[in-house]
């Protein structure tokens, strides 16, 4: 099996392969306090972002999409997405949780940060 995790920003647009989107703009944004030179794959960045309780609250529910459309309904390929406004923080650091889960199990997983680099 394998799970395909996508961060991306919903201001360039909804990507064409996840077949579930989850949007985390609810989640308060660090761009306030790191701007767009720093991101989610950075642990302070990622501190803050799971300071708000609605953070785990995402990761939580991700899981449950991913147990079931994995391990209940078998399915050989899941990709995910998960946005925000611009994909650099919250959805980096999502994303960046999730893999880190499922890592353990027998499943291959695979990160895409579409967004990360761009201003």
């Known amino acids: 099996m394998k799970l395909i995790l996508e961060s991306f920003g919903f201001r360039n647009?909804?990507?064409?392969?996840?077949?579930?989107?989850?949007?985390?703009?609810g989640i308060r944004n660090p761009h306030k306090l790191f701007g767009s030179g720093r991101n989610g794959l950075e642990?302070?960045?990622?501190?803050?972002?799971f300071s708000?309780?609605?953070a785990e609250k995402t990761v939580c529910f991700a899981?449950?999409?991913i147990r079931q459309r994995l391990l209940q309904e078998?399915?050989?390929?899941?990709?995910?997405?998960?946005?925000c406004t611009g994909g650099h923080?919250?959805?980096?650091?999502?994303?960046e949780k999730l893999a880190s889960n499922w890592r353990g199990y027998d499943i291959s997983v695979q990160i895409i940060h579409r967004d990360i680099d761009k201003k």
């Open 43 to 49: 642990k302070e960045v990622q501190d803050e972002v």
């Open 52 to 54: 708000s309780p609605f």
């Open 13 to 25: 647009g909804i990507p064409h392969g996840p077949s579930f989107l989850i949007d985390c703009r």
């Open 89 to 95: 923080h919250r959805s980096v650091s999502i994303v």
């Open 63 to 65: 899981n449950d999409i």
């Open 74 to 83: 078998r399915k050989q390929v899941f990709h995910l997405g998960i946005g």
